[in-house]
Structure formats: structure tokens, C-alpha cells
């Protein structure tokens, strides 16, 4: 049974490009949750998609879009990269309706220079 | 602001003793807690969730308590081993799939 799955691993881009981060959710389940962990910090939460659509939403600007697939898989895009936005990006998958626990992905690690 | 606040020193500890871990968060009413352990480079891994109505849960070695007097969460890790080395997050939720993390605790366990 295949756990969260993030792709790219690592990823090297430069002030002001746009970047795309992928996620495949744990088998069985519906619900993706994307967060931003900069080195020494918890995680911080970005956004939630469920059912394809965008249901909370933490303190991020709208450079941070996303998108839900129909199979469950998530897009997490960034514009106008800043050096600030380097961090790993965490994927966590869940099931609908249920505020319990979340499988996190490896997590990709972004660099901005 | 909500803040969510854990030791931020290391916490080094001899094998076979009980490591225990502090969380404390203000201006927030959880719904429930949960306790990640994250290694080098790795995504958290889920360990145990507590809800505000529950005062303790266990889970082989480990022992997690939820005082939402206090506005605090003990973790405890007994009989730790080396293979306990990691940091460990604290994690609240009000509301469904959305967790706030503190900054997470490293913790050393040496033989």
C-alpha cells in the first residue's frame, strides 16, 4: 500500500519563477493538505482541497494556488518565487469528514535562489 | 495570536530512561491534539492524537496527557532507546485537517 508520494524531491529555481510541486495521496484517501516547514520550524499550513476545491486556507498569499485532480492528486504552485519561499513543502493526505490523523509525504525541498 | 510553544533545546536523555516533552499553547480552544515525530529531511509521522475530552492515551511506550486547564500536553517517551532519537511536534486542531505545529523538540537518546 503506497504511502503519500511528492515529486520532485528537490528542486532549485530563481527569484521570481513559478514552480509546480505534486502529490499523490495515500491510497483510500480524499483529502490534501500542503504546508510550508522552513529549516528549525513546524510546519505551517498553506491550504486543504477537497472534492477538487479549496476548503481552508492558512495565512499565505495568493502566489500559493493549488488544485485537486479527480483521482485525488494536488498541484501546489508558486509564483514570483522569493528567497523566503525556500522550505520543504509537506503533502499530507486524510479522509473527508474525519478530524483525525494525517499521512505526510516525504516533502519536497525547494531552494530559491 | 495563537501561539503553540515547545522546549526549544535539545533534550538529551540516557537509553532506558523516560524522556517527557512539553507542550503549551495560548489564545486557542483545540479540539484535539496530536504528536508528530519528524527525522532529518523526512515528512512528520503521526504518533498519537488526544481529544479535549480525553485526559491521557497510550500507546506501547508512549504516554501523551491533554490538560486544557493548564492549556498544556506532556509527552512522554518510557524506557526511551536510540532509535527515539528524532524531533517530535506538537500539532492543535480546531477545526477538520487544518493543524497548527509548534517548532518541535529534538530529542537524544544516548546509550
Known amino acids: 500500500d503506497a504511502g503519500v508520494t511528492q515529486s520532485p524531491t528537490h528542486l532549485i529555481k530563481t527569484r521570481g519563477q513559478q514552480v509546480t510541486l505534486r502529490c499523490s495521496p495515500k491510497s483510500g484517501h480524499d483529502t490534501v493538505s500542503w504546508y510550508q516547514q522552513a529549516l528549525g520550524q513546524g510546519p505551517q499550513f498553506i491550504f486543504q482541497y477537497y472534492e477538487e476545491e479549496e476548503r481552508q486556507r492558512g495565512n499565505f498569499p495568493d502566489r500559493f494556488s493549488g488544485h485537486q485532480f479527480p483521482n485525488y492528486s494536488s498541484e501546489l504552485n508558486v509564483n514570483a518565487l522569493l528567497l523566503g519561499d525556500s522550505a520543504l513543502y509537506l503533502c499530507?493526505?486524510?479522509?473527508?469528514?474525519?478530524?483525525?490523523?494525517?499521512?505526510f509525504g516525504p516533502g519536497t525541498r525547494l531552494t530559491v535562489l | 495570536s495563537q501561539k503553540i510553544e515547545q522546549n526549544s533545546e535539545a533534550l538529551n536523555i540516557q537509553e532506558g530512561k523516560t524522556a517527557t516533552l512539553t507542550c503549551n499553547y495560548t489564545?486557542?480552544?483545540?479540539?484535539?491534539l496530536q504528536w508528530y515525530r519528524q527525522d532529518p529531511g523526512r515528512g512528520p509521522v503521526f504518533l498519537l492524537l488526544i481529544r479535549e475530552n480525553e485526559k491521557e492515551k497510550r500507546k506501547e511506550r508512549l504516554k501523551v496527557t491533554f490538560d486544557t486547564t493548564l492549556k498544556q500536553s506532556l509527552f512522554h517517551i518510557t524506557a526511551s532507546q536510540p532509535a527515539d532519537s528524532a524531533t517530535y511536534l506538537c500539532?492543535?486542531?480546531?477545526?477538520?485537517?487544518?493543524?497548527?505545529f509548534g517548532a518541535g523538540t529534538q530529542v537524544v537518546v544516548t546509550p
Open positions: 499530507a493526505s486524510g479522509v473527508g469528514g474525519l478530524a483525525d490523523t494525517q499521512y
Open positions: 489564545n486557542y480552544s483545540p479540539a484535539y
Open positions: 500539532a492543535l486542531s480546531q477545526s477538520w485537517g487544518k493543524l497548527q
